[in-house]
């Protein structure tokens, strides 16, 4: 860093002062909560898309939709530079976890908590608001102050907010459009023309900055049973791989693949200068037999596996890995991947990084905290930015999950605001070399 460089961060960023004074704490907060009171599972993120583009229109920043499919538009607002600065991009997803279809068999479809959102004192209560409205609400207000405040920029700042970041694939009969993920997102604002020099993802990250996300890989696990029984005809044999229901021979399954998955997280751990990247495993889902007619015995049952991936691997490295553990069991069972996204590690995110240290440091008068490794350890939508080449970081934002309530502090979402706005100033106004 040259001596320029130094005492350029003791200088006050261009409108800063404006811009701060602009963000105001109550207009926030009524924000965050009117976005996440707009239930937008995946799949339905037309409503709050079309709230967003009016309120950026309605504030006088330059805004439109961009959609795979009419009804899952993203949306884009653009504050124009002068010309000649870096250009930077606001990202934040709409699209919320659960629907109603997910509820019904994973969460208590009747809890407020997971389509709604409210506030307790000083606390914000809800699951959208926390992922990731709260967060995107920060980004909003952080880019109507410097547009309110009139704060000069030499490059554009772009502020987006993208459907499909929860991580609903299609499988079996869930089927696109609902049932499509990333493609109809950020990698679709990407590949039609909405890019930066860098990215900046706003997730709840408790202050913490990552430039590392892990990919993904989906399996589907069929275990084979024998011919179907009826009941009054079945047997009950000590060993569980032997028994003919496939239900049943699931289990040993279940359990090698447990077993497999804690040496898999240790194993392929990835150690970075911001962290560590922990790939886990989860068994999400299984399927056999019908609901309704538990009479007989079922001939295949479906095991449906999440398996994280560091930037270092691939989905066929993994699947070899996942074949030696099935060998190891005496089950029959076939198996496919269903979905593979590759993780990244951001290249050439130095000056964004250091933009945000420095704006971190000015809000709280101290460096930023360690990340937790879980935060580094799931997809983002840094993924599709540094997949592209435009680096891409994510902070946020803290947040808890407490007595089955996510939540985060009013305060935090202003400390956030007032983050991103000193970094978005700090970015674009550098000039381009």
Known sequence: MTTEDLERQDAPLPGEAE?????????????????????????????????????????????????LVPERPNVVGRIPGSGGGLELIFNAHMDVAW??????????????????????????????????????????????????????????LIVT???????????DEFTAPTYLSKEVGTRYLITHGVV?????????????VTWVEAGKAFFKITVLGGSSRYTPYIDHPDNLASNGNAVVRAAPVVTQLESWARRYEKEH?????GGTCVPKVNIGAIRGGQPFIPIVTAEKCFLYLDVRLTPTQNAVEVMAELREELAKVDVPTE?????????????GAEPLLD???????AEFDKPMPDLAPPLSSMWRDTNPF????????????????????????????????????????????????
């Open 19 to 67: 811009v701060l004074a602009a963000i105001d704490r109550e207009e926030l907060i009524s924000l965050a909560l009117d976005l996440a009171n707009i239930d937008s599972p995946s799949g339905e993120e037309k409503p709050v898309s079309d709230f967003i583009l009016h309120w950026l229109t309605g504030h006088g920043i330059r805004a439109r939709q961009l959609a």
């Open 99 to 156: 629907g109603p279809r997910e509820r019904r068999w994973m969460h208590d479809p009747d809890n407020p908590f997971y389509t709604s959102a409210w506030r307790d004192g000083d606390t914000l209560v809800g699951n959208g608001l926390v992922n990731d409205k709260g967060p995107l609400a920060c980004t909003l207000i952080a880019a109507k102050a410097i547009k309110e405040a009139g704060a000069p920029l030499l490059g554009d």
């Open 161 to 171: 907010g993208v459907c499909g970041e929860i991580g609903q694939e299609p499988v």
């Open 196 to 208: 930066g020099d860098f990215a900046f993802v706003a997730e709840a990250t408790d202050f913490g």
């Open 269 to 273: 751990a990835y150690v970075f200068e």
């Open 335 to 347: 198996i496919e991947c269903t979905l593979f996204r590759r993780g990244y590690e951001a290249v």
């Open 355 to 361: 933009a945000l240290r420095l704006a971190h440091e």
């Open 386 to 433: 540094n997949e592209a080449g435009i680096p891409a970081i994510t902070y946020g934002p803290a947040a808890g999950v407490g007595g089955g309530l996510f939540w985060a502090e009013a305060d935090d979402f202003v400390h956030a605001a007032r983050v991103y706005a000193r970094t978005a100033l700090g970015i674009c106004n550098q000039a381009r070399r």
